[in-house]
């Protein structure tokens, strides 16, 4: 049997952007390049409408700041650069209108964003790289100092890492005897209303790493950082085991979607 020749071989593969386009949506939005000859343009081809949106939107940013724009014009300003050839603007809307704030989309998972049309996984995964860098600057603002000192700053931390985590996870902020942050470990991830805490674990852990006091931290995903009963006895609980080796519970923050709650504030440890 003949074989085909290599040119019309050539004549039936795919064009080379293809492979690419199918792989990153970033590429995906462009316009896939003709496969067959077209007229030689006689003019600059029309300018796409959103390209002069674009430009107001980053004059209005470059001159005013942020306060210029609203929550969904951010968005757009920064999926601009990671899908340069689509509107934006749907996309920031539906974004927001799925999970309600900025907060809420930064804190989402890379699969719920892939729910919002426009959204593939790569822009997904840049999504959470920015999530990932404002948690690192929030928690550079507590490294090094006097937690009980900064206390705001330790909230918002808090808040970033954990209020729009879809089950609850328990942390640790271990500190030193100057209440200085040694280090800051997640102990247990569980369900939507439960994580498993070993008081005993707690303490091993703190006296590894040498800490003479620490902070209890948990997320609601439901929201409501209203403490549970279960939330006060194992307070009470670690309190009790760790008080007998010199090692002091602070507080124990439990963190919601919109607040948070402290258990000392409530005097319930």
């Not at 300018?47 to 969904?72: M, N, V």
């Not at 937690?147 to 931390?157: D, N, R």
Request: glycine residues 6%; charged residues 25%.
């Amino acid at each position: 049997m003949d074989q085909p020749s290599s040119a019309a071989k050539a004549d039936n593969a795919p064009p080379a952007g293809d492979l690419f386009h199918e792989t990153d949506e970033r590429g995906y939005f462009a316009e896939r390049p003709a496969r067959t000859a077209a007229p030689i343009a006689t003019s600059e081809p029309e300018e796409k409408h959103y390209h002069g949106h674009r430009d107001r939107l980053r004059l209005r940013f470059r001159e005013s700041g942020d306060t210029a724009l609203a929550d969904y014009e951010i968005l757009e300003l920064l999926l601009f650069r990671l899908i340069p050839r689509r509107d934006t603007k749907p996309i920031a809307k539906a974004l927001l209108s799925k999970f309600g704030t900025l907060a809420g989309v930064f804190g989402a998972t890379p699969a719920l964003l892939q729910e919002v049309s426009g959204i593939g996984e790569t822009v997904a995964l840049d999504i959470k790289l920015i999530a990932a860098v404002a948690q690192r600057t929030l928690k550079s603002e507590i490294r090094d100092k006097t937690v009980l000192a900064s206390w705001s700053s330790v909230i918002q931390y808090c808040h970033a890492a954990m209020a729009h985590e879809p089950r609850e996870q328990f942390r640790i902020l271990f500190l030193d005897k100057r209440n200085t942050l040694i280090a800051d470990e997640v102990q247990g991830r569980g369900t939507v209303d439960h994580t498993p805490v070993y008081p005993r674990e707690v303490v091993r852990r703190a006296l590894e790493l040498s800490a003479t006091a620490i902070i209890l931290v948990h997320n609601h995903p439901s929201g409501d950082p209203t403490p549970s009963r279960a939330d006060i006895d194992m307070t009470k609980t670690i309190v009790e085991t760790a008080r007998p080796l010199g090692i002091t519970v602070h507080d124990h923050i439990i963190i919601g979607k919109d607040g948070h709650v402290s258990l000392k504030g409530l005097r319930l440890m």
